[in-house]
């Protein structure tokens, strides 16, 4: 069983056997001489080297060494892993939950995009799609990690008022191009990506290839995509998923999992059996000089119909009671008789159950499971969703602070490679759309805040040490920004502006003089001389 064991696993991580076709060299060549001119730097011409991805004309992408991982298929493994694994359902559902707590804002960068109205119309389209813009990032924080990449279609639309068709209505009416959804396009459905020819590292688009008409024509281009990815790698537009190094810990589990549970199932109410007669258990009847079948005319084998009956009765209520389909059986009781005629005692007909001693076994392969988990856990960087079971054995409160500070590092760099692709697709295609915005010479961002309230201590720490050092946060010309930023950072909701002063700073009153008591000029006393002692004061 661990051999059989053994030789899946080996069988499905094995790479495909690959002949690295290398050009012959007849002779030594020879290379131009590079120099540094200006000339020889500019242009898209000039671009020497590839990113290494292996991919073929016209898009099929084959940069993974195992076969169950390359193409399409990699997706529905993918897809199992999450739904049949629990460890990799548990770490997929921490990356997307992180994810989708985390809020996000314009950021103006400049003062003057605070007044030309940019950053308003970038906020404006964001809370002016089909679906809100929580839908978009709850989408992305589940397809990007398990998947590698989240391809989104850009959807445009004029902002032309209220609308019958709810897809294209608008919130305004200023005629200019907004945002009317980004669409998911699921990864599985992508047939193959489009490079241009005369520029290999050069992306064109995707052919899309899904139900329920599977066009075989569907291109779309980049210009229209915002494609997310979890990790670039050599400039693969699949990325890497999250689960791929929980992919062989996964096999182990999974066929180690089918093993315990046979393991279950036979050890614990075992295998059912039947004693019956030869006669029955071979119906067909055999030449005993030659042992073989006999036949009759038409070359048919002769067989004893009522015993090929009872045969047939009797797998069936093995094959219902093995299922749990027939909780009682019947049998006749009737005993074999030996040479003599006599009864032996032995029935002719029993029903029993053959069981084995690998309950053993179970408790191993409980531990290599776990073991296993602990590895998907570990490759994801989620191994604080283990601590204080049985797996790890428990976990001080200061481990699982890092731990899950370490967690909370990894998703904030997913957040990062978010919005750098949103502003640099989406937002810089969008202010391209509308040419009132040409002039902007800094384009607003859409910024994320920080997914982890900071903790009320480590602040008040940190203001401790700024009043330590004389730095008055109050005395601030923002000194109502800083307030808020603190209060927005440990999780609280933003100050009141009611009964505000228009001055920030604190009004200075005028102090009285102190008044100090003039004290008045005295006679100098002249101690009086020591008596000697034993003598009595003249009265």
């Known amino acids: 069983m661990l051999e059989s064991l053994r030789s899946r696993i080996a069988k499905a991580i094995s790479p495909a056997p690959t002949r690295p076709s290398y050009p012959m060299l007849q002779a030594a060549r020879r290379y131009p001489e590079y120099k540094g001119t200006r000339s020889s730097l500019l242009g898209n011409d000039r671009v020497l080297g590839r990113s290494g991805l292996r991919y073929f004309y016209p898009g099929w992408v084959r940069d993974e060494p195992l076969p169950d991982l390359q193409g399409?298929?990699?997706?529905h493994i993918f897809k199992e892993m999450c739904d049949m694994n629990g460890y990799c359902a548990a770490c997929l559902n921490a990356?997307?939950?992180f994810i989708r707590r985390s809020h996000w804002s314009v950021d103006p960068v400049v003062d003057e995009n605070k007044t030309n109205g940019s950053a308003q119309f970038l906020e404006e389209c964001m809370n002016d799609m089909e679906h809100s813009w929580q839908t978009f990032i709850a989408i992305a924080s589940r397809i990007m990690p398990q998947m590698g990449f989240a391809p989104f279609e850009i959807i445009y639309k004029l902002r032309d008022g209220d609308d019958d068709n709810e897809k294209i209505?608008?919130?305004?009416?200023?005629?200019r191009i907004g945002?009317?959804?980004?669409?998911?396009?699921?990864?599985?459905?992508?047939?193959h990506w489009v490079w241009y020819p005369d520029d290999p590292s050069r992306l064109r688009g995707l052919?899309?290839?899904?139900?329920?008409?599977?066009?075989a024509d569907l291109f779309i281009p980049m210009e229209k995509i915002l494609l997310l990815r979890a990790e670039p790698g050599e400039e693969n537009p699949e990325g890497r998923s999250v689960l791929r190094s929980s992919y062989k810990p996964f096999l182990v589990s999974k066929y180690a999992e089918d093993i315990r549970n046979v393991i279950m199932e036979r050890g614990g109410s075992g295998i059912p059996c039947a004693d019956v007669p030869a006669t029955i258990a071979q119906p067909y009847?055999?030449?005993?000089?030659?042992?073989?079948?006999?036949?009759?005319?038409?070359?048919?084998?002769?067989?004893?119909h009522a015993a090929l009956a009872t045969l047939s009765a009797i797998q069936d209520t093995l094959e219902h009671m093995y299922q749990g389909d027939q909780p009682w059986i019947i049998r006749p009781v009737e005993y074999q008789n030996d040479s003599q005629g006599n009864p032996t005692g032995n029935k002719t007909f029993d029903i029993s159950f053959l069981t084995n001693n690998g309950g053993a076994m179970l408790g191993e392969i409980t531990n290599i499971?776990?073991?296993?988990?602990?590895?998907?856990?570990?490759?994801?960087?989620?191994?604080?969703?283990a601590l204080g079971t049985n797996a790890t054995g428990g976990g001080s409160f200061a481990l699982s602070r890092d731990k899950t500070d370490n967690f909370s590092l990894a998703i904030t760099a997913y957040l990062d490679s978010m919005e750098e692709s949103l502003n640099n697709q989406a937002v810089r295609r969008l202010f391209k759309l509308n040419p009132e915005f040409d002039d902007l010479e800094v384009l607003p961002r859409i910024v994320h805040d920080p997914i982890v309230p900071i903790n009320i201590n480590e602040v008040s720490a940190v203001l401790a040490g700024f009043k330590g050092i004389g730095w008055d946060l109050t005395r601030e010309a923002n000194a109502d920004e800083i307030k808020n930023a603190i209060l927005d950072a440990v999780g609280l909701p933003k100050a009141s502006q009611k009964g505000k002063p228009e001055n920030n700073t604190p009004e200075k009153t005028e102090e009285e003089p102190l008044e100090i008591p003039k004290v008045t000029e005295t006679e100098t006393v002249k101690p009086e001389p020591l008596k000697e002692p034993g003598k009595a004061e003249a009265t």
């Open 72 to 75: 399409q298929k990699k997706f």
């Open 95 to 97: 990356f997307s939950m």
């Open 169 to 175: 209505a608008s919130r305004f009416d200023d005629g």
């Open 179 to 191: 945002w009317q959804n980004f669409a998911i396009r699921a990864p599985e459905t992508i047939l």
């Open 207 to 215: 052919v899309q290839l899904t139900p329920p008409d599977y066009p």
């Open 285 to 304: 009847k055999i030449d005993p000089a030659t042992g073989e079948f006999m036949l009759d005319d038409d070359g048919t084998p002769l067989v004893d």
């Open 369 to 385: 499971i776990k073991d296993e988990g602990i590895k998907i856990l570990m490759s994801t960087m989620s191994e604080f969703l």
